[in-house]
């Protein structure tokens, strides 16, 4: 009785019974005739992210929440996290038609747990944020060992700083349940925590302005894309969809291994590079022994070549006992390999430069004969 009182009460301070607005029948816009019907139908998500375990007393909590809620003929829709958790980047989109939400969690070793978390993510990456804005949140933290305080404030903290709205939480440590619901002190406080919510949210109560939000638009720099509130649940469905991201894993891993296999291709193309080309111009001079390495921009490796008489040695690498040093761009070596030009030539315009016996260097021309 009473708390059918408190409704009437609530219900009564959202309704405007000037007599202006009772007897002219235009006086309302439909924007809030709709407003007051949203009010007198409000609905309310519960997200729990604990495990579902029967002594868990978070569940008591909860249930007598939404007793009282729904007394306040309140539509609740709770929904267990852990029931969704191959699904969780969808469950952000539930919340589009809720006047508020509950966050409700269990700590039982240490912080919020693994699925509460995991929604907290997928309302910053895939959420409406537009939505989440004009929806108030009151965190439900309920504790076996120690930081349910703590658990209070992280979810308090994420919800302003995606934007949305706090509504003033529960919070409490648990050690026997069956006292615990047992305790009619307890309850009462639980009971008007309710209460207090349907308040909050019927009167659209305001909050102070608070560092969160200065923080988020100052200092966080995370990278987003600008999606659309569409685009957003439709990449939240992709991302929760197994076989999709299986696909799409497949698909990486099918362009990664042609990349590399190409990659593999251009470095074994690389290596062998000029040295047909040295082959083929190579003429055998009696009592002559030499060897060059070729230094060429964009080659990882320098070309070396060693001539002993009749015999070539040609491969990439470094070696030592070097008797000519020479620096040149691969153009000018193609150059130099198509007959358009010669060591000499290139050497004397500048576009090679050399270091070392140059009588050895000169000697480049006649034991290869590119003409």
């Not at 029948?25 to 009010?39: G, L, P």
């Not at 076996?144 to 409490?172: F, K, Q, V």
């Not at 008007?192 to 200092?219: C, D, F, G, H, W």
């Not at 020479?326 to 000018?332: D, G, I, S, Y």
Request: charged letters at 25%; proline letters at 3%; a negative charge.
């Amino acid at each position: 009785m009473l708390r059918l009182l408190f409704y009437i009460t609530e219900s009564i301070k959202n309704v405007d019974f000037t007599a202006e607005n009772l007897y002219t029948e235009n006086s309302t816009s439909k924007e809030e005739r709709i407003e007051a019907e949203r009010r007198l139908c409000m609905k309310v998500n519960i997200y729990y992210g604990g495990r579902g375990l029967l002594d868990d007393p978070t569940l008591y909590v909860l249930n007598k929440m939404e007793e009282v809620l729904r007394e306040l003929r309140v539509t609740i829709e709770r929904i267990n996290i852990y029931e969704h958790k191959n699904e969780i980047a969808t469950l952000p989109q539930t919340m589009k038609d809720a006047d508020g939400i509950i966050l409700a969690t269990t700590v039982e070793w240490l912080g919020i747990g693994g699925y509460m978390q995991q929604f907290l993510d997928a309302c910053w990456l895939y959420g409406d944020k537009d939505k989440i804005q004009t929806t108030y949140m009151q965190p439900i933290v309920m504790s076996t060992t120690y930081g349910e305080r703590e658990g209070e404030m992280n979810l308090a903290n994420a919800w302003e700083i995606l934007g949305g709205l706090p509504c003033p939480g529960l919070c409490g440590y648990v050690e026997d349940l069956v006292s615990f619901e047992m305790n009619k002190e307890y309850t009462v406080i639980i009971e008007k925590k309710a209460e207090n919510l349907y308040r909050t949210i019927s009167q659209k109560m305001k909050s102070l302005p608070n560092s969160n939000l200065a923080v988020k638009q100052s200092v966080l720099r995370t990278p987003q894309m600008e999606l659309t509130p569409q685009e957003s649940e439709q990449l939240s469905k992709y991302v929760s969809d197994d076989s999709y991201v299986k696909k799409q894993k497949e698909d990486i891993q099918e362009l990664a291994s042609m990349f590399k296999d190409m990659l593999g291709k251009a470095n074994q193309d690389d290596d062998s590079a000029y040295i047909e080309e040295f082959k083929r111009g190579f003429v055998p001079h009696q009592d002559f022994h030499a060897r060059y390495l070729f230094m060429m921009a964009d080659k990882k490796k320098p070309l070396f070549v060693e001539v002993s008489q009749e015999e070539l040695t040609i491969h990439y690498g470094q070696e030592e006992n070097i008797d000519i040093y020479a620096k040149l761009t691969p153009e000018v070596m193609d150059g130099i390999l198509s007959g358009r030009m010669t060591f000499q030539r290139a050497f004397m315009t500048g576009e090679m430069t050399a270091k070392g016996n140059f009588k050895i260097l000169r000697m480049l021309d006649t034991v290869f004969n590119f003409a």
